[in-house]
């Protein structure tokens, strides 16, 4: 499933790849995939005879800005990779890492796409169609990015919820980027308790927190994306902790399923 090092592996392939390049024509055969009023001819009225010039992303989010007459830009492409999306250029793709969804290449897959005047193309392939393509999307909905978060902005966070730990680290209007595989691997690291009411946390646990936030995130980003955590393995029923051997606790936190040790997270 895509998390934020999914999306920063696409918007990286993006910016390799797909800036530069004029558009002259747009797919859209999925208008139930186009979000916030973006319609099949809207996306066909702006951005052929554009370009993308710049590929940014915050959280899991990607923003595509595209050129505009007399340097004043033109209109943000905004995509989101859901579930299990995955951003193909010219046969190169970056994204979802095909965990749980398949590597079958269907044409009904490409939920949206833009042709370039050379022949290339960039599309957004989804087989679970949990993902999304808008038009100049509102940016400010979302949290602080994950990879930059500093402590004061981590504190700020968690001190003014008492929700589930898990859940406010997952909620992208506070912190961008985070997914289920990601805030157990780095609560497991730490030793706190996924389901503990954030607002409990001492200044020491919140400062252990960022820690791990950062070093989890360039870790893993590092070994290939958010499916190569140490406790991913023992993500099953019956796992055991591979820190300590504990049988892990399965439960649901924050509406997703969780793996924690009781053991050393508390």
């Known amino acids: 499933m895509p998390e934020i090092l999914e ?21 859209a055969p999925d208008a139930w995939y186009l979000k916030r009023g973006l319609t099949p001819r809207a996306a066909r009225a702006v951005l052929p005879g554009r370009s993308f010039v710049a590929a940014r992303r915050r959280g899991k989010q990607l923003f595509l800005d595209t050129d505009g007459v007399e340097d004043s830009g033109g209109p ?3 995509l989101h990779l859901g579930m299990s999306g995955r951003v193909v250029i010219d046969g190169a793709a970056a994204g979802d890492p095909l ?33 999304a393509v808008e038009l100049d999307p509102d940016e400010d909905r979302l949290g602080v990015d994950a990879i930059e978060i500093t402590l004061a902005q981590l504190r700020s966070v968690v001190a003014r919820s008492r929700a589930p730990l898990k859940a406010v680290l997952m909620d992208q209007a506070r912190v961008a980027g985070l997914g289920n595989l990601l805030v157990d691997e780095i609560l497991w690291r730490v030793g706190l308790d996924p389901a503990r009411p954030a607002n409990t946390l001492d200044a ?15 870790t893993l980003g590092k070994r290939g994306g958010s499916h190569t955590g140490d406790l991913m393995a023992a993500r099953e029923p019956g796992g055991m902790c591979p820190k300590d051997g504990a049988p892990l606790l399965r439960r649901t936190v924050g509406g997703r399923t969780t793996y924690s040790c009781p053991r050393h997270q508390h």
Do not use: C, K
């Open 99 to 131: 965990r749980y969804a398949s590597n079958r290449d269907m044409p009904e897959w490409h939920r949206f796409a833009v042709r370039f005047v050379d022949g290339g193309r960039l599309s957004l392939r989804d087989p679970r169609r949990l993902g």
């Open 7 to 27: 999306a920063e592996e696409a918007r990286a392939l993006i910016e390799a790849r797909g800036l530069g390049r004029e558009i002259t024509t747009v797919d």
């Open 76 to 78: 943000v492409l905004g």
């Open 204 to 218: 020491g646990e919140q400062a252990r927190l960022a820690r791990s936030i950062r070093q989890t995130l360039r």
